[in-house]
T-cell receptor, first 113, second 113 residues
Framework: EPEVTQTPSHQVTQMGQEVILRCVPI?????FYWYRQILGQKVEFLVS????????KSEIFDDQFSVERPDGSNFTLKIRSTKLEDSAMYFC???????????FGPGTRLTVT | TQLLEQSPQFLSIQEGENLTVYCNSS?????LQWYRQEPGEGPVLLVT?????EVKKLKRLTFQFGDARKDSSLHITAAQPGDTGLYLC?????????????FGRGTQLTVWP
């Protein structure tokens, strides 16, 4: 069964460093998303991406964040200068269309020290 | 911001009992998803409901979308220890927020043998 994959599973970085989180969405899906979940809190939307551009971004997704689809299979989230409060699980999701049916990856646990 | 309130937050029952989990909002959603999440993993999609009043069944799980598309319920019949987990509801926004999922905090279900 097709699934969303994410690498790395765990990333530890120092405050101020840049990190890139990688995702491979389900192959025939057209819409891609990033969500995050701070420990003990609810899953929060960061950004959606369609047709090589951002469709929508939340108030969390400030200038420190960027997304890219560098080739036909990968979808990346870059955090330019990490802060302690960026520590969270980051989930990639994909869907064929809008209207539900978003499939999530296993997540990358980002720890900023 | 569209808020989804889930209740109860925690539910602990004996094997064989029935239970219902609720997901309520004052906002209208274009669709609603139910996910199950294990510790340290990504949400796994259980079902998507789209039409007001829609009922979907997945073995012993019954999902209902409210007539006004503001609320939903998950009913489990004859719960088993394997049903133990965190159940999340997520509503999809409308219009400019179509595709964006708003998550509830979840209901942690524990089923004792």
């Amino acid at each position: 069964e097709p699934e969303v994959t994410q690498t790395p599973s765990h990333q530890v970085t120092q405050m101020g460093q840049e990190v890139i989180l990688r995702c491979v969405p389900i192959s025939n899906h057209l819409y891609f998303y990033w969500y995050r979940q701070i420990l003990g809190q609810k899953v929060e939307f960061l950004v959606s991406f369609y047709n090589n551009e951002i469709s929508e971004k939340s108030e969390i997704f400030d200038d420190q964040f960027s997304v890219e689809r560098p080739d036909g299979s990968n979808f990346t989230l870059k955090i330019r200068s990490t802060k302690l409060e960026d520590s969270a699980m980051y989930f990639c999701a994909s869907s064929y269309g809008t209207g539900g049916e978003q499939y999530f990856g296993p997540g990358t646990r980002l720890t900023v020290t | 911001t569209q808020l989804l309130e889930q209740s109860p937050q925690f539910l602990s029952i004996q094997e064989g009992e029935n239970l219902t989990v609720y997901c309520n909002s004052s906002s209208v959603f274009s669709s609603l998803q139910w996910y199950r999440q294990e510790p340290g993993e990504g949400p796994v999609l259980l079902v998507t409901v789209v039409t007001g009043g829609e009922v979907k069944k997945l073995k012993r799980l019954t999902f209902q979308f409210g007539d006004a598309r503001k609320d939903s319920s998950l009913h489990i019949t004859a719960a088993q220890p394997g049903d133990t987990g965190l159940y999340l509801c997520a509503g999809e926004g409308r219009g400019s927020t179509l595709g964006r999922l708003y998550f509830g905090r979840g209901t942690q279900l524990t089923v004792w043998p």
